[in-house]
């Protein structure tokens, strides 16, 4: 099996997982959950340094999720690498669960919690100092969305990242062009989002955010940028791999899942 299968293979099961979860929580995101899989699939499955025996060594790679909305598929590729049993990040949101709505530092290999849109970069941007103070190599990944570009915070982290040439940290821009209550371009329009970013002294790379392949490409391609951190723009569709999901704004959350609707997207994703 080629590296790419495998990963590919790996992004199915992050679906998969992320939905089992949301529908047994009967609420969750699972739109932008979908659009995150092939994103964590090649970061936790090919990239990153991490040891889930270890969940807490200091050199390890760090991951920040700022859109914790999608953090079924988080839990889902934390549970697949093998840091707490898959059944268990099927707990989603129940209230003897540590598997909350929203990413919590308790479960094992979750580098910072997240909420408020906007906070991730700059959590992500203190690890990477910390590295450098400390002289450590491990870098820092952190993906965020469409709503953490529409923050003020976000674009702070950015312009200080980039006068300090933060070139250990990482970001994934999930560019799903959907939000909770309406299109991007009809809610708050981002613009051309590389370029912005590009003035702000970051290396930046545009891919599709579904060729696990590119994913990967372009994460070793940010290993070898000196002097700058690099930001990746990931074109993505929301619900990606469950053709009545994809690009449909109801999708987004927080959403009950029929046990049709469970089953019928568990088959497409079977068969793709």
């Known amino acids: ?4 299968n495998d990963l590919n293979e790996k992004a199915r099961e992050i679906r998969r997982v992320s939905l089992e979860a949301i529908h047994a929580a009967r609420s969750g995101h ?7 899989a092939d994103m964590l699939a090649v970061l936790y499955f090919d990239t990153m340094n991490v040891d889930p025996s270890a969940p807490d060594g200091l050199d390890r790679d760090r991951f920040v999720l700022s859109k914790g909305h999608a953090c079924p598929a988080l839990y889902a590729a934390l549970a697949l690498r ?3 049993p898959v059944e268990e990040a099927k707990t989603l949101r129940r209230i003897d669960s540590i598997m909350e709505g929203h990413p919590d530092y308790r479960i094992p290999g979750v580098d910072a919690p997240s909420g408020s849109l906007g906070m991730g970069l700059s959590q992500a941007l203190g690890m990477a100092l910390g590295a450098k ?8 990944h952190v993906i965020v969305g469409d709503g953490d570009l529409q923050e003020g915070n976000t674009w702070e982290a950015i312009m200080c990242a980039g006068f300090k040439g933060m070139d250990n940290l990482v970001v994934i821009y999930d560019g799903n062009k959907l939000q909770g209550d309406a299109p991007v371009e009809t809610q708050l329009s981002l613009g051309d989002v590389a370029a912005k970013v590009s003035n702000f002294g970051w290396h930046t790379i545009a891919i599709d955010g579904h060729d696990t392949s590119a994913i990967k490409a372009a994460l070793d391609e940010g290993k070898t940028v000196k002097g700058k951190p690099t930001f990746i723009v990931a074109d993505t569709v929301k619900g990606k791999g469950v053709s009545f999901m994809e690009g449909v ?3 987004h959350g927080s ?3 029929k046990d049709q609707e469970l089953a019928d997207a568990l088959k497409e994703l079977e068969s793709a």
């Open 255 to 257: 959403v009950t899942m």
């Open 82 to 84: 093998g840091y707490f």
């Open 30 to 36: 699972p739109g932008g959950s979908l659009s995150i």
């Open 1 to 4: 099996m080629t590296i790419r």
């Open 133 to 140: 103070h400390l002289g450590k190599s491990f870098r820092t």
């Open 249 to 251: 704004l109801y999708w």
